[in-house]
C-alpha cells in the first residue's frame, strides 16, 4: 500500500526555520512531480511549491525566496525548507506526489496525513 509519511513541522518563532519531509512508502513503479500544500483554517488548501522528477521547482509567489523544496530519487523523499518564517505561515502543510504504483497503472495523486506548523510568539 502506498502513503505518503511526512515529518517535521512544530511551533516555531516568526524569523524562524523549520523542515520539513515527506516519504514515499510502499511499492511504486515511478513517482512524478511532488509538491507541499498547505491549508489554514477557513482557508481553502493551496499550493506552496512543487519540484519534478529532474528537481526543477515552482513556488508560490508568497514563498518569496523563503521557502526551498528538494528532493531525493533514490529515497522517493521530497523536502521543504522554510525559513524567515511568519505567522501567517501557520497551517498544516500536505505532500503530495504523482505515483504511477505499475507499468501499466494510470497516474494517481496521492497525499499525506498533514503535519501542523505553527509560527507563533
Known amino acids: 500500500q502506498i502513503q505518503l509519511v511526512e515529518s517535521g513541522g512544530g511551533l516555531v518563532q516568526p524569523g524562524g526555520s523549520l523542515p520539513l519531509s515527506c516519504k514515499v512508502s510502499?511499492?511504486?513503479?515511478?513517482?512524478?512531480?511532488m509538491g507541499w500544500y498547505r491549508q489554514a483554517p477557513g482557508n481553502q488548501r493551496e499550493l506552496v511549491a512543487t519540484?519534478?522528477?529532474?528537481?526543477?521547482?515552482t513556488y508560490a509567489d508568497f514563498t518569496k525566496g523563503r521557502f526551498t523544496i528538494s528532493r531525493d530519487n533514490d529515497k522517493n523523499t521530497v523536502y521543504l525548507q522554510m525559513n524567515s518564517l511568519k505567522p501567517e505561515d501557520t497551517a498544516v502543510y500536505y505532500c503530495?506526489?504523482?505515483?504511477?504504483?505499475?507499468?501499466?497503472?494510470?497516474?494517481?495523486?496521492?497525499w499525506g496525513q498533514g503535519t501542523q506548523v505553527t509560527v507563533s510568539t
Open positions: 503530495n506526489a504523482e505515483i504511477r504504483e505499475k507499468p501499466i497503472s494510470p497516474t494517481r495523486a496521492y
Open positions: 519540484v519534478n522528477f529532474y528537481n526543477t521547482s
Open positions: 510502499g511499492i511504486s513503479f515511478s513517482v512524478g512531480a
